[in-house]
Nanobody, 126 residues
Framework: QVQPVESGGGSVQAGGSLRLSCAASGYTYSRYFMGWFRQAPGKELEGVASIYIGVGITYYADSVKGRFTISQGNVKNTLYLQIDNLKPEDTAMYYC???????????????????WGQGTQVTVSS
């Protein structure tokens, strides 16, 4: 019923920027969590940023602070991830996820989120 859809990925040079977008349909709660996760080849899924929709509090992994910015769109159930100063280690599939507030204990933990998009690929070359 709830289906997040990501867009905005691509192939860029190190030092460049990308803006990822997510739209999640079919969700009617006023307060919930939306987050961005990534998975590089051979690596575990990593939560990079999340936001408490309806409150405005944001959360970031230490590895991306200062380079990644998560924000809520003007349209309901939309989300952005601005990525600046891209590094080769940022290469990964990036996923948007939505979590019901009742199940979110770790705001960057994958088990806190119950609706997932199919992902958008980010590739950074050196």
């Amino acid at each position: 019923q709830v289906q997040p859809v990501e867009s905005g990925g691509g192939s860029v040079q190190a030092g460049g920027s990308l803006r990822l977008s997510c739209a999640a349909s079919g969700y009617t709660y006023s307060r919930y969590f939306m987050g961005w996760f990534r998975q590089a080849p051979g690596k575990e899924l990593e939560g990079v940023a999340s936001i408490y929709i309806g409150v405005g509090i944001t959360y970031y992994a230490d590895s991306v602070k200062g380079r990644f910015t998560i924000s809520q769109g003007n349209v309901k159930n939309t989300l952005y991830l601005q990525i600046d100063n891209l590094k080769p280690e940022d290469t990964a599939m990036y996923y948007c996820a939505l979590g019901d507030p009742s199940r979110v204990y770790d705001v960057l933990g994958e088990r806190s989120y119950n609706y997932w998009g199919q992902g958008t690929q980010v590739t950074v070359s050196s």
